[in-house]
């Protein structure tokens, strides 16, 4: 018969294995305590934020975790524009634009592109901005889509301080960019402090002239004043002039186009 003096083992009730061991404990309790969470970590992780600096420190197994971020006093060199928009908000962007501590004006649009010279064949050209040669020392303010049509772009020189300053009863926040990175959010009551750069950046021509050099990069570029040249009139056998020409210009029926009279 069957043995029944040994004693039957009972199954061990089931244990979850711990976590394996974090090669890197340091930056998880960093990343743990910058998260503000409830309960389990794994269901309720928020992003934490990191300012620019504190980046290289994370190491790369958890920068997918944490979304990085600029913080005050920050300083950015750039070449072309800075641009503040309205970003994601559907209302329009409002900003106070002040100059050497003086009010300039309040910017109601969809944003503000503040360029160099360099910058004048970038964001504010499409943004309905002039040209400007590189020569000139100036800073383009050109609006986008502003909501009165006065609001022209304007040239101001490049000696002057401009602030530009999110007001306290603005209806949302906005969105600055420098170059097109870099972007960061501006609450009610920032600002953003412009100046030129005391590092110029040297450029070299393809041509002995930087004038010439920069004029034909219009025109290969961006085809400016690029069409057919106009004829000049000719005289036909009857004495009248022929007023057509190939370039588009051929004078309508019924004008008063006078005939030109040689001595």
Not at 2 to 31: H, I
Not at 125 to 142: D, R
Not at 224 to 238: A, H, I, S, V
Request: aromatic share 6%; net charge negative.
């Amino acid at each position: 018969g069957e043995d029944r003096s040994k004693p039957v083992d009972k199954p061990k009730p089931f244990v979850k294995d711990p976590d394996p061991v974090d090669p890197d404990p340091v930056a998880k309790d960093r990343v743990a305590k910058d998260t503000e969470t409830v309960g389990s970590a794994k269901e309720n992780y928020s992003e934490p934020e990191l300012v620019g600096e504190e980046w290289g420190d994370v190491p790369k197994a958890y920068q997918h975790r944490v979304r990085k971020v600029w913080k005050r006093d920050s300083t950015f060199q750039v070449m072309n524009e800075v641009v503040v928009d309205r970003g994601p908000s559907p209302y329009l962007a409002q900003i106070e634009l002040y100059g050497d501590g003086t009010h300039l004006t309040t910017v109601e649009a969809d944003g503000l592109c503040l360029a160099t010279p360099t910058g004048s064949t970038a964001y504010s050209l499409a943004a309905g901005g002039s040209l400007v040669h590189p020569e000139i020392p100036a800073i383009l303010v050109t609006p986008i889509c502003a909501h009165t049509l006065s609001f022209r772009p304007m040239l101001l020189p490049d000696s002057m301080v401009l602030r530009v300053v999110i007001p306290p009863d603005s209806r949302n926040t906005v969105w600055a960019s420098f170059d097109g990175r870099h972007r960061i959010e501006l609450r009610r009551g920032d600002h953003i402090q412009i100046t030129a750069s005391k590092y110029p950046l040297p450029t070299v021509c393809a041509s002995q002239s930087q004038t010439q050099d920069w004029m034909s990069s219009l025109s290969r570029c961006l085809n400016w004043n690029e069409r057919k040249r106009q004829k000049k009139f000719t005289m036909g056998l009857d004495g009248e002039s022929d007023r057509s020409d190939d370039g588009g210009n051929a004078a309508d029926e019924g004008s008063a186009v006078e005939d030109a009279k040689y001595v």
